[in-house]
């Protein structure tokens, strides 16, 4: 399959990063669309075989399949500016958060669109990505499709693209989410007194062990939380702190907030 990327930043690279490991792609094949000229040397670098062009040049007409992985706010740009014009059989890809596919159709004047919503993960190949087609987009190229976000983690297909918001504020956003807890867990070790680089380590490590619990066990995360917090003990102290400040709501509404800007980046 022969694919151009739009857009070279952390996500078009990161996919091609895996297109290139599992071979998926040949570099030959391989075209990076870029409109940072800052930008190129770097790319150069690491991928020197692939045919990097400037976005006010590029010529995409041997591609099968065009990702674009610019950012939602520049999407009316890049459409009104394109170069080219889509064949009526090349396969769109969009990984913009926000941006529905009857949008993108109508500005980009063209019917074969799938939209996706990766995460930060999908760097090191360990993402999850949601995604979704329009009508007239063949199961054969669906299933082309999947192959290729597999390569950076595992897919979901959804039926309804409405959800894909909601992707895009739990898994997408998600990573950020993360971080911030596991920060405020570093800090609250220095506050008591544990050197900086010894609180990462106890607190990354207690990550990665809850994470590898939750995923063998086959108990519940209720009753996970009550293995841990013994009655009248000091997990039962912080997570009481934690309910009488309704940390559980507060999380929700920050992650209906960010489904409802997603819902916004629509326009």
Known sequence: ?????????NMGVAFS????????????????????????????????ELKISFFEDANIDEAEL???????QD????????????????????????IKIEKIQELLNHKNVVRAMPNSP?????????????????????????????????AVYLEDENLLDAVTAL???????FYYFVD??????????INENLSKLFVKQTMIGAYHLINNSDKNLDE???????????????LKIFNENSLKEIVENGIFAAENRAKELNG
């Open 224 to 238: 996970l939380v009550k293995e841990v917090a013994s009655k009248g003990g000091t997990t039962e102290a912080a």
């Open 1 to 9: 399959m022969k694919i151009a990327i739009i857009g070279a930043g």
């Open 75 to 98: 999407f009316p740009f890049v459409a009104q500016n394109l170069p080219f014009k889509f064949k009526e059989n090349q396969i769109i890809l969009s990984i913009m958060a926000g």
């Open 66 to 72: 065009i990702i674009i992985s610019v950012k939602p």
């Open 171 to 177: 898994s997408g956003s998600g990573p950020a989410y």
């Open 122 to 154: 999908t760097l090191i190949g360990m993402g999850i990505t949601g995604y979704t087609a329009a009508e007239g987009v063949t199961f054969n190229q669906i299933l082309n499709i999947e192959r290729l976000l597999n390569s950076s983690g595992r």
């Open 184 to 193: 405020a867990m570093i800090k609250a070790g220095m506050k008591m007194g």
């Open 17 to 48: 990063r895996s297109f290139l490991k599992y071979e998926l792609v040949k570099p030959q094949d391989l075209q990076l669309i870029i409109r940072s000229e800052e930008k190129i040397g770097k790319i150069k670098k690491e991928f020197p």
